[in-house]
């Protein structure tokens, strides 16, 4: 079996979703699972629900309303027939969040935002399978929550990897298309869960090592992993193969055209991972397999914006040590913030990090009793793998420099811009 991830770029209007359909014409559908994210920016669009359900925001109502007509326009593009069964299907999804809204009781914003921006990879899978066999591909339908089990860390939860096992070798049919959504998954209560922003990717890699898949694929709006992320550097260019450790170097560092989470699974069952052209889906893209020798001969930039350069001081001069340095990791991971790079020096201890859930404030608030915090906030972390000197010296060229810090292959620089 294959699995194909398609994401929300692939299937952002009617369009999209057409091409999905001709590409699955051209690379074959027969023993595929297909995992679909939502739409577009729906995620987005949903957070802002969510922002407003606790605001209690007047616009709550408009902005489910917008995320309804962004669906609707794509329903009208791809049917002619206003009676065809997908209308109300998509319609009941809608009347479901309402009443949840309307019902709901609990203050835990994670649990909540589950269960609300879960709908969109609902709606987009919907729509997609709807639409499959409305033009006479026929496929089966699957409910992620039904299959992938999980902990009850919302937002960022956990796979239980036997339960899940058990779930997909019973339900995933062989020999004919499978549909499903990515990011989703659900907890012992049967609550909906998400794996994280952008966990699509790592949905189709779990599917594949339960399923021994043959390859799995991620179809994007690049021709493959390039050497850089082509919105921020010029002349990017293709990386025709890498090894499994490159690509998770690169998407841990913030490649984010791979979720970092997807390779670990793939990897411990040797299963081949292609990222190809949504656009030109008969180009070979990238291959991203085990090997030592599939180092790129060329230097990869990767840039995270909008981090945090945090510097903690001892008090009282005194050294931060192990005992120190320990205490404030175990922080670090409590507050859910990732660090991205640490830096030492006797009495001082720098870190980078991304604090994707906004916790910093609280996590000041207590570092603020033991060391002494400043920070810089909106800086970026460039991190160049195989550097070589004109290449390090080009990205740092016009920026102020924070941090800079050179391991054998990797040069990691912190700036603000000049
Ligand atoms: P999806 O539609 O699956 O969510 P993403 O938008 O998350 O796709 O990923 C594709 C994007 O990743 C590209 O449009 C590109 O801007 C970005 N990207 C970042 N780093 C790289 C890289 N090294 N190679 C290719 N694309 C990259
Ligand atoms: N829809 C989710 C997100 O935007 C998951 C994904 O696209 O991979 O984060
Ligand atoms: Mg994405």
């Given at each position: 079996?294959?699995?194909f991830k398609f994401g929300g770029?692939s299937v952002k209007d009617a369009d999209g979703i057409k091409n999905v359909y001709d590409v699955l014409?051209?690379?074959?559908h027969?023993?595929?699972?297909v995992v679909i994210s939502a739409m577009?920016?729906t995620?987005?669009?949903?957070?802002?629900?969510?922002?407003?359900?606790?605001?209690?925001?007047?616009?709550?109502?408009?902005?489910?309303?917008?995320?309804?007509?962004?669906h609707?326009?794509i329903l009208?593009?791809l049917f002619?027939?206003?009676?065809?069964?997908v209308?109300?299907a998509v319609?009941?999804?809608?009347?479901?969040?309402?009443?949840?809204?309307?019902?709901?009781?609990?203050?835990?914003?994670?649990?909540?935002?589950?269960?609300?921006?879960?709908?969109g990879e609902v709606i987009s899978t919907c729509i997609v399978s709807h639409y499959f066999n409305h033009v006479?591909l026929k496929n089966q339908w699957l409910?992620?929550?039904?299959?992938?089990?999980?902990?009850?860390?919302?937002?960022?939860?956990?796979?239980?990897?036997?339960?899940?096992?058990?779930?997909?070798?019973?339900?995933?049919?062989?020999?004919?298309l499978n549909i499903t959504q990515g990011?989703?998954?659900?907890?012992?209560?049967?609550?909906?869960?998400?794996?994280?922003?952008?966990?699509?990717?790592?949905?189709?890699?779990?599917?594949?090592?339960?399923?021994?898949?043959?390859?799995?694929?991620?179809w994007?709006?690049?021709?493959?992993?390039?050497?850089?992320?082509?919105?921020?550097?010029?002349?990017?260019?293709?990386?025709?193969?890498?090894?499994?450790?490159?690509?998770?170097?690169?998407?841990?560092?913030?490649?984010?055209?791979?979720?970092?989470?997807?390779?670990?699974?793939?990897?411990?069952?040797?299963?081949?991972?292609?990222?190809?052209?949504?656009?030109?889906?008969?180009?070979?893209?990238?291959?991203?397999?085990?090997?030592?020798?599939?180092?790129?001969?060329?230097?990869?930039?990767?840039?995270?914006?909008?981090?945090?350069?945090?510097?903690?001081?001892?008090?009282?001069?005194?050294?931060?040590?192990?005992?120190?340095?320990?205490?404030?990791?175990?922080?670090?991971?409590?507050?859910?913030?990732?660090?991205?790079?640490?830096?030492?020096?006797?009495?001082?201890?720098?870190?980078?990090?991304?604090?994707?859930?906004?916790?910093?404030?609280?996590?000041?608030?207590?570092?603020?009793?033991?060391?002494?915090?400043?920070?810089?906030?909106?800086?970026?972390?460039?991190?160049?793998?195989?550097?070589?000197?004109?290449?390090?010296?080009?990205?740092?060229?016009?920026?102020?420099?924070?941090?800079?810090?050179?391991?054998?292959?990797?040069?990691?620089?912190?700036?603000?811009?000049?």
């Open positions: 079996m294959r699995v770029a014409q051209k690379v074959g027969e023993d595929v699972l577009g920016k995620t987005n669009a949903f957070e802002v629900v969510i922002k407003n359900y606790f605001d209690k925001s007047a616009e709550l109502q408009a902005s489910i309303q917008e995320v309804r007509k962004y609707n326009q009208m593009d002619d027939d206003e009676n065809h069964a209308f109300a319609t009941k999804i809608f009347t479901d969040l309402e009443s949840f809204l309307k019902n709901n009781k609990s203050p835990n914003y994670n649990f909540v935002y589950d269960q609300v921006v879960s709908l006479g409910d992620v929550r039904e299959l992938i089990k999980t902990d009850n860390t919302y937002r960022d939860a956990v796979v239980d990897w036997e339960a899940t096992q058990k779930n997909i070798s019973k339900n995933v049919k062989k020999k004919t990011f989703l998954g659900s907890d012992d209560n049967n609550f909906t869960t998400t794996l994280g922003r952008e966990g699509s990717d790592y949905t189709a890699a779990i599917f594949a090592y339960c399923l021994n898949a043959e390859s799995v694929t991620i994007k709006d690049v021709p493959g992993v390039l050497n850089a992320d082509p919105r921020y550097f010029e002349n990017a260019i293709l990386l025709n193969q890498i090894s499994y450790r490159e690509a998770i170097e690169l998407a841990f560092y913030g490649a984010t055209v791979i979720h970092p989470k997807t390779l670990q699974p793939l990897q411990k069952k040797e299963i081949p991972l292609f990222v190809k052209s949504f656009v030109n889906p008969l180009l070979p893209g990238t291959r991203v397999s085990k090997g030592a020798d599939l180092e790129p001969q060329t230097s990869c930039f990767i840039v995270k914006k909008n981090q945090l350069l945090i510097s903690l001081s001892s008090l009282d001069f005194s050294f931060i040590m192990e005992e120190n340095i320990s205490e404030i990791f175990m922080l670090l991971h409590k507050f859910k913030i990732k660090v991205t790079l640490i830096q030492n020096t006797a009495i001082s201890f720098s870190v980078c990090v991304d604090d994707k859930f906004g916790n910093f404030a609280e996590l000041k608030s207590v570092l603020s009793k033991k060391f002494h915090v400043t920070y810089n906030d909106n800086v970026s972390l460039y991190t160049i793998r195989h550097f070589t000197e004109k290449s390090g010296d080009a990205v740092a060229k016009n920026k102020v420099v924070l941090v800079r810090q050179v391991s054998r292959e990797t040069l990691q620089i912190v700036t603000k811009e000049a």
